[in-house]
């Protein structure tokens, strides 16, 4: 099926350690979006990018980079994972507003 | 910038009553809307969704929304909740232009009581 792949769902880190998690979509979307979501907070922007080679920071981008190398393909990179990057990670992506936000099944992560 | 508010954290309602839960946005202009549903575990399904035209939206699952720009509200409604309807749903709003991230809501949790 068309949509949004994230890998992987689930993964536990050490404090410190780096890791990165992916995002690939099929639908030939310009517009790719990294979120996390924490209990009672709803969805934080950390990432977004509107084509391959244009990136920008969101709401709360720091502890995370991002790469847009390809229209396909927009990975999130975790350096020196800390605590409180404990969260579920959503990747989203959208053609146009008009046509809506096509959303991943998720990453959870737990940093210890 | 866009700011959108959910009131109510938390919400019970009977099976078979009706439901309302309610969402504010804050925008200068028209904004795209949105409400989004999500059951434990799992990641985020759109049920509707407002652009522009008719007010009253209708969603998936028996679900509908209506925009009231006097109010800057988009509530949804349900005539008649299901226990399957139980999970946290999610206001959302994006400024009407191609590219623009949606800002959500911090959620409403919805419990069905028997």
């Known amino acids: 099926n068309a949509g949004v792949t994230q890998t992987p769902k689930f993964r536990i880190l050490k404090i410190g350690q780096s890791m990165t998690l992916q995002c690939t979509q099929d639908m030939n979307h310009n517009y790719m979006y990294w979120y996390r979501q924490d209990p009672g907070m709803g969805l934080k922007l950390i990432y977004y990018s509107v084509g391959a080679g244009i990136t920008d920071k969101g709401e709360v981008p720091n502890g995370y980079n991002v790469s847009r190398s390809t229209t396909e393909d927009f990975p999130l990179r975790l350096e020196l994972a800390a605590p409180s990057q404990t969260s579920v990670y959503f990747c989203?992506?959208?053609?146009?507003?008009?046509?809506?936000?096509?959303f991943g099944s998720g990453t959870r992560l737990t940093v210890v | 910038a866009q700011s959108v508010t959910q009131p109510d954290i938390h919400i019970t309602v009977s099976e078979g009553a009706s439901l309302e839960l309610r969402c504010n946005y804050s925008y200068g202009a028209t904004p795209y809307l949105f409400w989004y549903v999500q059951s434990p575990g799992q990641g985020l399904q759109l049920l509707l969704k407002y652009f522009s035209g008719d007010t009253l939206v209708q969603g998936i699952k028996g679900f509908e929304a209506e925009f009231k720009r006097s109010q800057s509200s988009f509530n949804l409604r349900k005539p008649s909740v299901h226990w399957s309807d139980a999970a946290e749903y999610f206001c959302?709003?994006?400024?009407?232009?191609?590219?623009?991230?949606?800002?959500f809501g911090k959620g409403t949790t919805l419990s069905v009581s028997s």
């Open positions: 989203a992506s959208s053609g146009t507003v008009n046509y809506g936000y096509t």
């Open positions: 959302a709003v994006a400024a009407n232009q191609a590219g623009t991230a949606l800002i």
